[in-house]
């Protein structure tokens, strides 16, 4: 009996301390979960239109060229079920694959490069044991020499990116510090928001000063009351952050509208509050405009039957009558928009400083799930988005120079040019303008070097016959 009640004992305790371990190992589990909602991991990690989570095949549209997101399910075959903790944890935060290879900073690992190491275990708990494996190969990502050289990212690595682990800052609240480690480490703000120097790195002394993401471009989110969000009031950061739109502010498209949608309105919101309140004290970053970018535009003057093509609007007779027949109907004949459709006033894209994001939503349209609301918007300026109905370069300048002079800022001008240069990915970095030229460059070196050693040594031939 005493044997047997030894060992029911011990069963009993063994169970208790299974149930702990379960219990334990669930909840780490969850928190890697919401970690993983807050990094955006699925955004890029799963292909649109009906692909599996995070089995990766989405096209990251960078400057370099079309990075394809990695398979980061628990598949040993095609996945990273073979990963140790260490393994995940020097990909996510390091940018270097199990087999060594490196990955392209379009994978965020200079801002996860900041988590700790208890998020990094949560993390990896939540895809080894929660996420379906998937046995599918992503497709291979293929840009143009010298980028193709992938070890070349080593050297990058060594020059620019910063390894530390987030430090709190003592003299700030808990809530500021948390706002912090969400913004700069898991939701990588900066890496969008930040300008890029010669290397396309992140410009340090410009942090959150705005930066271009192809066509489209992440505006200024600093503390600055004019090109920031220093005039915008919490309640109106919070909504946005939360739903992508603020009348009379702005309205989330491209990867902003990504964020939203996918991250940042299922954040609690206590964690919205903190980014919030870190975001408020940013360090103000500004290139001198004189008026903020929602503070452009008022309600057109012009009637309805004008806007429907009377003469008088010759100068703008493209432009209006586009505006009329297609954009009239939702955003309203005075461009005030209603419940569904933003104003064209007051409105960030056609107040700001560039056109790149009043055309690249002409162009793209917008799409943004919120909750059971969707924003949408067909794009003007695809084959695919528009089929029966596609707007040519000078259309589509056509309807933005005539939005701009009647709802926005009316010193902007958009050339056909422009619309161009949107359509073909925005600007180009002068290092990827002087890819082409690294080939001949390189074979130019080689040539040099080797005539150099012959040189040498027919110049050190005759003094070896002469001893």
Not at 50 to 63: E, K, L, R, T
Not at 248 to 272: R, V
Request: with cysteine; hydrophobic share 40%; glycine share 10%.
């Amino acid at each position: 009996m005493l044997c047997l009640s030894a060992l029911v004992a011990g069963v009993e305790g063994a169970s208790a301390q299974d149930t702990t371990a379960s219990g334990d190992q669930t909840t780490l589990i969850a928190k890697g979960r919401y970690l993983a909602t807050a990094a955006d991991c699925a955004a890029c990690h799963t292909a649109p239109h009906g692909g599996q989570p995070f089995a990766g095949g989405y096209g990251i549209q960078s400057p370099l060229g079309t990075i394809f997101s990695t398979n980061i399910t628990p598949s040993t075959k095609d996945g990273i079920g073979a990963y140790s903790e260490a393994d995940f944890a020097r990909a996510v935060r390091d940018g270097v694959a199990k087999d060594g290879t490196h990955l392209y900073p379009a994978m965020p690992y200079t801002a996860y490069a900041k988590l700790t190491d208890e998020d990094i275990a949560a993390l990896y708990a939540y895809f080894m044991h929660e996420v379906k494996p998937v046995d599918q190969v992503s497709s291979k990502t293929e840009l143009p020499f010298p980028f193709s050289i992938r070890a070349s990212m080593a050297v990058w690595n060594l020059l620019f990116l910063d390894t530390d682990r987030y430090q709190p800052d003592a003299s700030k609240s808990a809530e500021w510090n948390r706002g912090a480690y969400l913004a700069e480490a898991l939701e990588h703000c900066s890496t969008c928001h930040t300008p890029r120097n010669l290397f396309m790195a992140e410009t340090g002394s410009k942090a959150l000063g705005g930066g271009s993401l192809g066509s489209w471009y992440a505006p200024n989110i600093t503390s600055d009351k004019i090109e920031g969000i220093g005039g915008w009031s919490d309640d109106e950061l919070t909504q946005y952050l939360k739903t992508g739109h603020v009348a009379g502010k702005a309205q989330a498209a491209g990867p902003m509208a990504e964020a939203i949608e996918n991250s940042l309105q299922h954040l609690n919101d206590d964690d919205i509050g903190a980014m919030v309140t870190y975001l408020k004290d940013i360090k103000p970053v500004s290139s001198g405009e004189a008026k903020a970018r929602f503070d452009f535009g008022q309600p057109s003057e012009q009637a309805e039957a004008t806007l429907r093509g009377l003469p008088g609007q010759a100068p703008e007779q493209n432009g209006f009558a586009i505006f009329s027949g297609t954009c009239a109907a939702c955003h309203q004949v005075e461009g005030q928009g209603n419940k569904a459709y933003p104003s064209l006033f007051h409105n960030t894209a056609t107040g700001g400083d560039r056109p790149d994001n009043l055309i690249s939503t002409i162009v793209y349209g917008l799409h943004r799930t919120v909750g059971d609301q969707t924003a949408f918007m067909p794009g003007f300026g695809t084959d695919i988005a528009y089929p029966t109905d596609r707007l040519s370069d000078k259309d589509i300048a056509d309807v933005s120079n005539y939005v701009l002079a009647q709802y926005g800022n009316p010193a902007l001008k958009v050339t056909e040019a422009d619309v161009l240069r949107i359509r073909q990915g925005g600007d180009k970095p002068l290092i990827v303008k002087l890819a082409p030229f690294a080939a001949p460059a390189m074979t130019a070196v080689v040539v040099i070097v080797l005539g150099l050693i012959v040189w040498l040594v027919m110049r050190r031939r005759p003094k070896a016959a002469l001893n």
